[in-house]
């Protein structure tokens, strides 16, 4: 199974500033990862699908990159809707989906 | 508006049942692999099942194959999960979600609590 690695666990950003996320799968997953956004109570939302395509209704702040085992996602100038949990998941190899830990966006 | 809404969740005892279901609207559901994914209050996300548009092919997560089924009623645009033998760590919401490699639309969730 491949195992995804987010870093780092809490990041704390001023709004306005720019946020860098990282994920690494334990081997190469291609460009098969998608990225999640999820805040307090809420259901995930997808935002990134084949590690770089923004999802339907996405702003442009966000964006993708990387591929392999190397992937970073990037919110270019962070608004007050950003401060929530990103996921990344695999889907290279699936089933199973496979979810990085989680990466914590919270305001400085 | 794609809508997907969980429901069937709640306290049961270590060992006992519930059903799931995920009522679907604003997709073609019967053209959609669908799945369901679950959150540990607290942790994060874990991938529990699949299953294809047409029912023919199922998958689980190891930890709870055995134990919990999978199902659908296209005719109701609805997806299912049968929980057995349920465990204390088995404790989570619930999501459905549409999609086969990865959720594109997710429900709001229902709250699973197993304890005695």
């Known amino acids: 199974e491949i195992v995804m690695t987010q870093s780092p666990a809490t990041l704390s950003v001023s709004p306005g500033e720019r946020a860098t996320l990282s994920c690494r799968a334990s081997?190469?997953?291609?460009?098969?990862l998608v990225w999640y956004q999820q805040k307090p109570g809420q259901a995930p939302r997808l935002l990134i699908y084949g590690a770089s395509t923004r999802a339907t209704g996405i702003p442009a702040r966000f964006s993708g990159s990387g591929s392999g085992t190397e992937f970073t996602l990037t919110i270019s100038s962070l608004q007050s809707e950003d401060f929530a949990v990103y996921y990344c998941q695999q889907y290279n190899n699936w089933p199973p989906w496979t979810f990085g830990q989680g990466t914590k966006v919270e305001i400085k | 508006e794609v809508q997907l809404v969980e429901s069937g969740g709640g306290l049961v005892q270590p060992g006992g049942s519930l059903k799931l279901s995920c009522a679907a609207s604003g997709i073609t559901f019967s053209g959609s692999w669908m799945s369901w994914v679950r959150q540990a209050p607290g942790k994060g996300l874990e991938w529990v099942a699949n299953?294809?548009?047409?029912?023919?092919?199922?998958y689980y997560v190891d930890s709870v194959r055995g134990r919990f089924t999978i199902s659908r009623d296209n005719a109701k645009d609805s997806l299912y999960l049968q929980m057995n033998s349920l465990r204390v760590e088995d404790t989570a919401v619930y999501y459905c979600?549409?999609?086969?490699?990865?959720?594109?639309?997710w429900g709001q969730g229902t709250l699973v609590t197993v304890s005695s």
């Open positions: 979600a549409k999609g086969a490699r990865y959720g594109d639309y």
């Open positions: 081997q190469s997953v291609s460009s098969n």
């Open positions: 299953i294809k548009h047409d029912g023919s092919e199922k």
